[in-house]
């Protein structure tokens, strides 16, 4: 059974910064990608970038320029670097993942809160 587990959230000024990390565990075969998306109290889960097998990035126009994805296959581990970090990014941060072939994310961590006091 593929598990995520992720790690790295806290409590920092604005203007901090965080790096989140996602360990990925049983998946036996096959390239995935991951991903990072966010949920504050009250409003919908929202994406913030995705990483291919190959290390191809895509983020969510709103969080370009300060949030950074990548990978470390290796490790089987995502990250997400989040640099100059606002009050309004407090929120639970999720990771998550599929296989290539799969059209919707297949697997969760349980979240990792991160919160930016003014």
């Known amino acids: 059974q593929v598990q995520l587990q992720e790690s790295g959230g806290g409590s920092v000024q604005a203007g901090g910064s965080l790096r989140l990390s996602c360990a990925i565990s049983?998946?036996?075969?096959?390239?995935?990608?991951g991903a990072w998306f966010r949920q504050a109290p009250g409003k919908e889960r929202e994406a913030i970038a995705s990483i291919d097998d190959d290390g191809t990035t895509t983020y969510a126009d709103s969080q370009k320029g300060r949030f950074t994805i990548s990978r470390d296959s290796t490790k089987n581990t995502l990250y997400l670097q989040m640099d100059s970090l606002e009050p309004d990014d407090s929120a639970m941060y999720y990771c998550?993942?599929?296989?290539?072939?799969?059209?919707?994310?297949?697997?969760w961590g349980q979240g990792t809160q991160v919160t930016v006091s003014s």
């Open positions: 998550t993942a599929k296989h290539v072939w799969q059209h919707v994310w297949s697997w």
């Open positions: 049983g998946y036996t075969y096959g390239a995935i990608y």
